[in-house]
T-cell receptor, first 115, second 114 residues
């Protein structure tokens, strides 16, 4: 089984301040991890992924995420938030079992960047 | 390169009617996935298809729901005899190969059952 928890419903941050969106996961084996962003009435846009290698991965729009195996976490971070970062953010996990292409998503976090 | 396309974007059906949702994957992608997003929830996997084959339908409701991805044309998610609980956003995603990592999502179809 595979699952994701995003514990906070909404994250409020002032423009220019650091942004963190939390994610913890559960899989039977080793994970592939992803972050997606959803703007109103739009589909999901891929931000970044962790597959293997360096635990710190960098993605689009200045976002990065750190894979922590001991804490089963994959928190999304941005050093300086922009108003345009206001959106719904989803963390997703996929078990590495071959043939399992299903993504399991968290319920999402609404990020509000305050000018 | 056009992204994943879904139509219609909005669909209203009365209880008991049929809903047909279409998905055209990105050019060169032969793997299609359908997910459902209920209000206040994350996306839930429904089905994974390759051309002419259903690979994984572990997330599909046992009744009324079916999916296909024919050799020619878009993938179709079909919901027969819709009920109010089927109201949701249905997202399609595609990838170029089975061992591809990220999936690319379409804009979704918002189904409202009245």
């Amino acid at each position: 089984a595979q699952s994701v928890a995003q514990p906070e419903d909404q994250v409020n941050v002032a423009e220019g301040n650091p942004l963190t969106v939390k994610c913890t996961y559960s899989v039977s084996g080793n994970p592939y991890l992803f972050w997606y962003v959803q703007y109103p009435n739009r589909g999901l846009q891929f931000l970044l992924k962790y597959i293997t290698g360096d635990n710190l991965v960098k993605g689009s729009y200045g976002f990065e995420a750190e894979f922590n195996k001991s804490q089963t976490s994959f928190h999304l971070k941005k050093p300086s938030a922009l108003v345009s970062d206001s959106a719904l953010y989803f963390c997703a996990v996929r078990d590495r079992d071959y043939g399992n292409n299903r993504l399991a998503f968290g319920k999402g976090n609404q990020v509000v960047v305050i000018p | 390169n056009a992204g994943v396309m879904q139509n219609p974007r909005h669909l209203v059906r009365r209880r008991g009617q049929e809903a047909r949702l279409r998905c055209s994957p990105m050019k060169g992608h032969s793997h299609v996935y359908w997910y459902r997003q209920l209000p206040e929830e994350g996306l839930k996997f429904m089905v994974y298809l390759q051309k002419e084959n259903i690979i994984d339908e572990s997330g599909m409701p046992k009744e009324r729901f079916s999916a296909e991805f024919p050799k020619e044309g878009p993938s179709i998610l079909r919901i027969q005899q819709v009920v109010r609980g089927d109201s949701a956003a249905y997202f399609c995603a595609s990838s170029p190969a089975q061992d591809s990592y990220e999936q690319y999502f379409g804009p979704g179809t918002r189904l409202t059952v009245t």
